[in-house]
T-cell receptor
């Protein structure tokens, strides 16, 4: 069974540009969550998608957005990039919404560097 | 809100030494607790979990017991190997459909 696939693995962008990251969940999983990992802030929740609807959002500015397609694949977009957006972006896939008994499986992440 | 506090390290050990990483939490309700491991250049892998008080999660020689009375979920391994070198994250999930993570503990095991 294939795991969670995130593309691309690495990205370098310039301040002010926008970027789109992609996540393909494990087959049959309907929930995708995104997390930002930085040395200073650690792992922070960005948002969660389930059945093509954003169900939950973390404390990030509106420059961060996402969507989920009918095949459960998800994309996240960051517009007007800032240096502080440099991070490892991790996608987590789960059969249903992450809950007390529902396990999350993570991809390898996309390393975004903003210069 | 929910939060996780874990020993930040870094922790450096010799092979076959005993490892313990402390983790305490604050949560509404009765959360599930997790330990994730991140190897260099990789994403997160679930190491073990516990879903109710007094549960013991175990995997690959690692163990952690859900202690409701002390709101703790300390990770232990009796004899570490060089291959255990990684960053370890304690996390919880309560009734908010997301994981809340600790800051992570970097563990280096020397041969």
């Amino acid at each position: 069974k294939a795991g969670v696939t995130q593309t691309p693995r690495y990205l370098i962008k310039t301040r002010g540009q926008q970027v789109t990251l992609s996540c393909s969940p494990i087959s049959g999983h309907r929930s995708v969550s995104w997390y930002q990992q930085t040395p200073g802030q650690g792992l922070q929740f960005l948002f969660e998608y389930f059945s093509e609807t954003q169900r939950n959002k973390g404390n990030f500015p509106g420059r961060f957005s996402g969507r989920q397609f009918s095949n459960s694949r998800s994309e996240m977009n960051v517009s007007t990039l800032e240096l502080g957006d440099s991070a490892l972006y991790l996608c987590a896939s789960s059969p249903g919404r992450i809950s007390l008994n529902t396990e999350a499986f993570f991809g390898q992440g996309t390393r975004l560097t903003v210069v | 809100g929910n939060s996780v506090t874990q020993m930040e390290g870094p922790v450096t050990l010799s092979e076959e030494a005993f490892l313990t990483i402390n983790c305490t939490y604050t949560a509404t309700g009765y959360p599930s607790l997790f330990w994730y491991v991140q190897y260099p250049g990789e994403g997160l892998q679930l190491l073990l979990k516990a879903t109710k008080a007094d549960d013991k999660g175990s995997n690959k020689g690692f163990e952690a017991t859900y202690r409701k009375e002390t709101t703790s979920f300390h990770l232990e391994k009796g004899s570490v190997q060089v291959s255990d070198s990684a960053v370890y994250f304690c996390a919880l999930c309560s009734n908010d459909y997301k994981l809340s993570f600790g800051a992570g503990t970097t563990v280096t095991v020397r041969a």
